[in-house]
T-cell receptor, first 109, second 115 residues
Framework: RKEVEQDPGPFNVPEGATVAFNCTYSNSASQSFFWYRQDCRKEPKLLMS???SGNEDGRFTAQLNRASQYISLLIRDSKLSDSATYLC??????????FGAGTRLTVKP | NAGVTQTPKFRVLKTGQSMTLLCAQD?????MYWYRQDPGMGLRLIHY???????AKGEVPDGYNVSRLKKQNFLLGLESAAPSQTSVYFC??????????????FGPGTRLTVL
């Protein structure tokens, strides 16, 4: 079983739609959680950290459920520019990171 | 600031050849990392460094060596390249360690093909 698992998609949604991604992790001792965004053939960039209480940044909302060991990302009012691959990232140990394989999102006009 | 830069951007090697990938950052970050990204597998940590003169193994260190002689540079070496090392290599840096939930900044990547 992979340490971090994501639905690979692709998710194809129209502009303005709401889309949600889920991610599960296997190490219950994991401490830090993130969502990164990666455009085609580019480097990953931090989208947002995920806090236990949940957090929101504009159209993006991240949730963490430690009991069930999953993380979610909700994107509201999708824009064409949201098209990318979204990487779920978990920090199970100091100075280590485990990346999910990513979920690909395409937002269409 | 250039951020994190990597050289070269592309490289084709023959099996058994050696090469060094260079990563440089101008953000005065203490921590630096090397990852590889393969289709369907996500990024995997090869080696990392918590400061000048230090290195440590990550998830997939075999076949690679690293050095951090200067704070701003982190080198990844392949002594004898194998086709299984065909991948996209990303370097990253952060001010603090990952346990502190610090942001990682990635370089643009190096696409390596081993024939």
């Amino acid at each position: 079983r992979k340490e971090v698992e994501q639905d690979p998609g692709p998710f194809n949604v129209p502009e303005g739609a709401t889309v949600a991604f889920n991610c599960t992790y296997s190490n219950s001792a994991s401490q830090s959680f993130f969502w990164y965004r990666q455009d085609c053939r580019k480097e990953p960039k931090l989208l947002m950290s995920v806090y236990s209480s949940g957090n929101e940044d504009g159209r993006f909302t991240a949730q963490l459920n430690r009991a069930s060991q999953y993380i979610s990302l909700l994107i509201r009012d999708s824009k064409l520019s949201d098209s990318a691959t979204y990487l779920c990232v978990v920090n199970p140990y100091n100075n280590d990171m485990r990346f999910g394989a990513g979920t690909r999102l395409t937002v269409k006009p | 600031n250039a951020g994190v830069t990597q050289t070269p951007k592309f490289r084709v090697l023959k099996t058994g050849q050696s090469m060094t990938l260079l990563c440089a950052q101008d953000m005065n970050h203490e921590y630096m990392y090397w990852y590889r990204q393969d289709p369907g597998m996500g990024l995997r940590l090869i080696h990392y460094s918590v400061g000048e003169g230090t290195t440590a193994k990550g998830e997939v260190p075999d076949g690679y060596n690293v050095s951090r002689l200067k704070k701003q540079n982190f080198l990844l070496g392949l002594e004898s390249a194998a086709p299984s090392q065909t991948s996209v290599y990303f370097c990253a840096s952060s001010y603090a360690g990952l346990a502190g939930a610090d942001t990682q900044y990635f370089g643009p990547g190096t696409r390596l093909t081993v024939l």
